[in-house]
């Protein structure tokens, strides 16, 4: 038989195979490659890698786009708000001392979150074969 006929069949073969969701996020949350889980995904703080040095999985068909700052703003939002206005009712301290504290806090957990979330976001789009990932290595 032709050799593009032996390609064409693994092709088949590896989009029928699932991907674990789980895994990757997980992998993806830590930064990592969501499909070896041991090459780094991102090179410097937010700009994704075209592909993984360890494994040579191709990742730059993401479109992670605006998602993660999204996610994160939602995130923070909930978890700060209702901190703020537990410690503003239950200690009433000074306005600018709460401003001050919480906005370092918010800064903190936003940066925190951010590649995480990017990451996790990417994996997510490997793990569902969006945006061109659903090709062979």
């Known amino acids: 038989m032709p050799d593009g006929h ?4 693994d092709l ?5 195979e699932d ?5 990757a996020m ?5 930064r990592r490659c969501p499909c070896c889980g041991a090459g780094p995904l991102l090179r410097g703080y937010l700009k994704v890698r075209e592909s993984c040095p360890v494994c040579g999985e191709a990742l730059h068909h ?3 786009d605006d998602g993660p700052a999204y996610l994160t703003i939602l995130i923070v939002g909930h978890l700060m708000a209702p901190v703020i206005l537990w410690v503003f009712t239950t200690w009433r301290p000074d306005p600018l001392i709460l401003a001050s504290v919480f906005s370092v806090g918010t800064v903190a ?4 979150l ?3 979330l990017k990451g ?9 074969r969006m945006h061109g990932f659903g090709g062979k290595r």
């Open 62 to 64: 993401q479109r992670a």
């Open 6 to 9: 032996f390609q064409q069949d």
């Open 109 to 112: 957990l936003s940066l925190y």
């Open 26 to 30: 997980l992998r993806g949350w830590r």
């Open 12 to 16: 088949r073969e590896d989009l029928l």
């Open 19 to 23: 991907r674990p969701l789980g895994q």
């Open 114 to 116: 951010l590649p995480r």
């Open 120 to 128: 996790a976001l990417v994996a997510v789009q490997w793990a569902k």
